[in-house]
């Protein structure tokens, strides 16, 4: 039979609503549960042990995914095969570890035969399942359950709403405690090295900041011609003033702040710039990282930004328009 588009769009808008459904449902019944869940994880990490996450068929699918997520923010993990678990690869189960096996209905045979196995080396089990009355959920010493009423496949079969909802759950999980952790931008970028998500989160202030004759800098009681011809000379649409003794930032003045002088009279550009330049301006330090910077823009609003070392002089600039270059936005 042909695929008509209005049934697609329609069958495709129902599968999206029951799985949405799931997640509103999960996220409901989340409780003290949940909690002592967080917290067994927490003694782990800081005990030095590791997350073991374990499920057949599509649940292993999202064990792993579960796992990685664990790792990428620094909580060590590994997924552990359920059939080669029983053929040597409980050795890589230590006690302390925590254990998480997934099974949307508690009963799979091979999970079931893990918990023993697991206590046996001395892990904690968590039960990762839809159903807090099944033999997982009975003999694990934690219950992380999801609520699904029922699958998006029109059959009733295939895994549908119950693994969007163990991810959702399993990310959730991640997440709290990336939080307790107060895990920083740092430390992310440390777990993600490679491709462009680790270029833009390790590239800092001083690989993409404006330097040398790119930035100009004038003494505050230069005239406010003077310090216009050094913007030009620059090709800035900003400049960085400063204490003519120490060098400190002291202002900028901008396009639009050497716009609204002119309002003044006929003789502003004769004036000292600081009689319009901006003070205490935005600023950031040239060894922060550059979504930071971005982070300043996109708070302020501002079109450009100068970066300062530990001393408070300028020593770079960040201009707006070199940001979508640098592909950090």
């Known amino acids: 039979m042909a695929l008509q588009p209005k049934s697609a769009l329609a069958r495709a808008r129902a599968c999206i ?21 967080a917290r067994a994880v927490e003694a782990v990490n800081a005990a030095g042990g590791k997350l ?14 579960i796992a990685a997520t664990f790792n990428s923010t620094g909580v ?18 230590a006690e302390g570890d925590l254990a998480f096996l ?11 035969r893990l918990v023993p196995l697991l206590k046996r080396f001395g892990l904690k089990v968590v039960a990762f399942t839809g159903h807090a009355d099944s033999d997982l959920a009975r ?3 934690f219950r ?7 699958e998006a496949c029109p059959l009733e079969l295939a895994p549908t709403a119950s693994t969007t909802a163990a991810l959702a759950l399993g990310d959730a999980l991640a997440m709290v405690l990336l939080e307790a952790r107060g895990l920083t931008r740092d430390d992310f970028a440390r777990y ?28 505050d009681t230069v005239s406010t011609q003077d310090a216009i011809l050094a913007m030009t000379k620059a090709k800035s649409g900003s400049i960085a003033l400063v204490a003519k003794k120490s060098g400190r930032l002291t202002g900028i003045l901008t396009d639009g702040d050497f716009r609204r002088s002119a309002l003044t009279g006929p003789d502003f550009l004769r004036k000292p710039v ?56």
């Open 17 to 37: 609503r029951i799985e949405s459904n799931a997640l509103a449902e999960t996220a409901q019944s989340l409780g003290g549960e949940f909690v002592a869940t």
């Open 52 to 65: 073991i996450f374990s499920g057949v068929g599509k649940s292993a699918h999202i064990a792993q995914k």
């Open 76 to 93: 060590a993990s590994c997924f552990l095969d359920a059939t080669q678990a029983l053929h040597g690869d409980l050795g890589l189960c």
């Open 102 to 112: 997934l099974s949307n209905s508690g009963q799979s045979d091979e999970i079931l």
């Open 139 to 141: 003999g694990a010493d």
């Open 144 to 150: 992380l359950l999801y609520r699904v009423r029922r």
């Open 192 to 219: 993600h090295p490679a491709g462009n998500l680790g270029r833009v989160l390790l590239l800092r202030v001083r690989d993409i900041m404006r330097t040398g004759d790119r930035l100009p800098v004038a003494s």
């Open 274 to 329: 600081s009689d319009f330049m901006t003070r205490s301006p935005k600023t950031i330090r040239d060894d922060a990282l550059g979504v930071d910077a971005l982070r300043l823009f996109e708070a302020h609003r501002i079109d450009d930004l100068i970066a300062v070392n530990a001393r408070g002089q300028p020593v770079g600039l960040i201009d707006g328009q070199d940001l979508p270059k640098l592909k950090i936005v």
